[in-house]
């Protein structure tokens, strides 16, 4: 082991990535620390100017803090792990019952310094709420180790297998650094409360010999629910029902096109379940270009980029004249796909073919509050679905899957299965079947109801996008000729590249990576 100085400076290390936004400083932060040779650890220079300008603290907390600690931040935070009701912290908890809160609602981030103690080998931490000491595991802190030995600086992928037996991930020591000074240095021999600020630097070695490198609010943002909120790709959800018509979602094409517009596409498409894009050309080129540019358009058995009229050339109802009740898409697939896309071209020689939406989230809140126990029977009982219309072509999920599904930590709804047409078997008992019909029954009413019915007609150049996850769909019959056009994007990519445009690239790489 060599004893050194490190400065720690400007070079592009996946630590200085991934926790910019931890490190709130005034001044050049100097890490006294050991080290093995060849082996680095770096981080990055942030003022209290940058560290506001990219809300890590808000100004107003910096001006009602009450005091500063000579430190270059103020202190006088909130109480670590500690939050508003319904904050989300019962993410850490275990799973929990469902219900149908999509997200998590705002609460503070916590930036007042915790307590931690190192105890016979293991590293302990405060916690306000329940006023007692709690274990760190020692193997989540060298897993989460960011140094080029650990993490490749390009890919972020670990380098480094915690789970091998020989591997000793015991506490040997831990050190807070700031300035050119330690200001804690505790060792296992001793047991000392030490107190420190979010800009200081956690160090610690473990019993292989190894030094790891955190920002000490690297602690407190695992349990941060901002930090959660980042990870799921949540935003603030606004519930709707017909009055919505008044203001509906919509973003400019122009807008879209220059690329500024991606960002609030998405975003309102993640509050509301849908939004228009306006103004496009009414062209199946356009709309799929526009498509694309959100994700890859999903292959089905349909094919990819749609482009059709109502002669049934596709075995579904869809391709018809006919109604549709309000009903998501793709049931009859284990993972449904996370956007719909529709798009009328035309509309000749005839009328009707209104279109219609019910957020789903908002139907099964108002099923929550009207009967628990059919939101709950919804929740836990499994149904299956098909697609078999077509000639060598009979598709159903992996498994039955509930018409409403939970995150399984935080217990808050993540997504609506509804389609009566598509559905095949209930997996439920005999003398439990009755329940089950009872409450897809109130479901359904709820759904039904014209007040929770956004009815509109749609046009060309207007491009209706929505949540497959969340809003219900449905159309009135019609007469005449139609072409419609459009696509399906998945989950995934849709979540990704919400990510990519509403959040900054430092805190992409910090609630995707780490914890």
Not at 115 to 136: A, C, H, N, S, T
Not at 168 to 188: A, N, R, V, Y
Not at 334 to 343: M, N, P, S
């Amino acid at each position: 082991m060599v004893s050194a100085m490190i400065r720690l400076g400007n070079r592009p290390s996946l630590l200085g990535r991934l926790d910019k936004h931890a490190y709130v400083s005034q001044t050049t932060i100097l890490a006294s620390c050991s080290v093995q040779p060849g082996i680095h650890s770096a981080a990055r220079n942030f003022t209290i100017g940058h560290a506001l300008r990219h809300n890590v603290i808000s100004a107003e907390q910096v001006n009602q803090s009450g005091r500063t600690d000579g430190l270059g931040l103020a202190s006088g935070f909130a109480a670590p792990f500690t939050s508003s009701p319904n904050t989300g912290a019962s993410l850490f908890k275990g799973p929990q019952q469902p219900h149908p809160n999509p997200s998590f609602e705002e609460g503070k981030s916590d930036l007042r310094p915790p307590r931690l103690r190192l105890k016979q080998g293991i590293l302990e931490i405060f916690d306000e709420r329940e006023v007692q000491y709690k274990k760190i595991s020692g193997r989540w802190l060298r897993d989460n180790c960011a140094c080029s030995r650990c993490r490749n600086q390009d890919t972020a992928q670990r380098q480094f297998n915690v789970f091998k037996g020989t591997i000793d991930c015991s506490l040997t020591s831990f050190e807070m650094t700031q300035g050119d000074k330690p200001l804690i240095s505790i060792t296992c021999e001793q047991r000392l409360c030490c107190l420190f600020v979010p800009l200081l630097i956690l160090q610690i070695i473990v019993g292989d010999g190894h030094e790891a490198q955190f920002p000490a609010a690297f602690l407190q943002r695992r349990k941060d629910t901002e930090t959660m909120r980042k990870r799921y790709g949540l935003a603030p959800t606004s519930l709707w029902g017909a009055e919505v018509a008044a203001a509906p979602p919509a973003v400019s094409f122009e807008t879209f096109s220059n690329g500024n517009g991606m960002g609030s596409l998405l975003h309102k498409i993640r509050v509301y379940g849908f939004c228009f894009l306006e103004g496009l050309p009414a062209t199946p080129e356009a709309t799929e270009t526009a498509l694309a540019a959100i994700g890859p358009i999903r292959n089905t058995h349909y094919g990819a980029f749609y482009d059709f009229t109502s002669d049934l050339s596709s075995k579904d109802t869809a391709y018809t004249s006919e109604s549709l009740e309000s009903h998501t898409d793709n049931t009859y697939f284990t993972e449904a796909a996370g956007l719909q896309a529709l798009h009328m071209l035309s509309h000749t020689e005839g009328s009707g073919g209104e279109s219609s939406l019910v957020d789903g989230f908002s139907a099964a809140a108002q099923l929550y509050s009207e009967d628990k126990d059919a939101y709950l029977r919804l929740s836990r009982t499994g149904v299956y679905a098909h697609a078999s219309g077509n000639d060598g072509i009979s598709i159903q999920p992996a498994q039955a899957l509930p018409t409403l599904s939970h995150d399984p930590q935080g217990g808050h709804l993540t997504q609506v299965r509804w389609n009566n047409a598509d559905r095949a078997g209930i997996a439920a008992q005999m003398d439990e079947l009755d329940a089950w019909y009872d409450a897809a029954a109130k479901f359904d009413a709820i759904l039904s109801n014209p007040k929770n019915q956004y009815w509109f007609q749609l046009r060309p150049g207007q491009l209706l996008i929505f949540d497959n996850w969340r809003a219900l769909h449905g159309r009135a019959a019609f007469t005449g000729k139609r072409r419609m056009c459009g696509g399906y994007i998945p989950r995934d990519d849709f979540i990704s590249k919400y990510r990519q445009t509403n959040l900054s690239p430092e805190d992409i790489a910090f609630s995707t990576v780490s914890g």
